[in-house]
């Protein structure tokens, strides 16, 4: 996901798709622990889409933490 992507959607839509992501994540955690999943490189790309979505939340809401 690109930054810019993250600015076009409004927080509704945002808290949507980081709670997805974050399924996603434990998803994928269990099948590499599983050994059903060969590239945990993914897991990575995750995790920092998870941080710019946080970041641009607490950007918008003056620094109040969200989740």
């Known amino acids: ?10 927080q ?3 808290k949507r ?4 992501i974050r399924n996603k994540l ?3 955690k269990f ?3 599983g050994k059903q999943m060969k ?7 995750i ?4 941080a710019m979505i946080l970041t641009h939340l607490r950007e918008g809401s003056g620094g ?3 989740q």
Request: aromatic share 0%.
């Open 1 to 10: 996901m690109k930054i810019k992507d993250i600015r076009e959607k409004n």
């Open 12 to 14: 509704k839509e945002l």
């Open 17 to 20: 798709n980081l709670s997805e």
């Open 26 to 28: 434990t998803k994928m």
């Open 31 to 33: 099948d590499i622990s």
């Open 39 to 45: 590239n945990h490189r993914e897991i990575r790309k």
């Open 47 to 50: 995790k920092k889409d998870i």
């Open 64 to 66: 109040q933490a969200v």
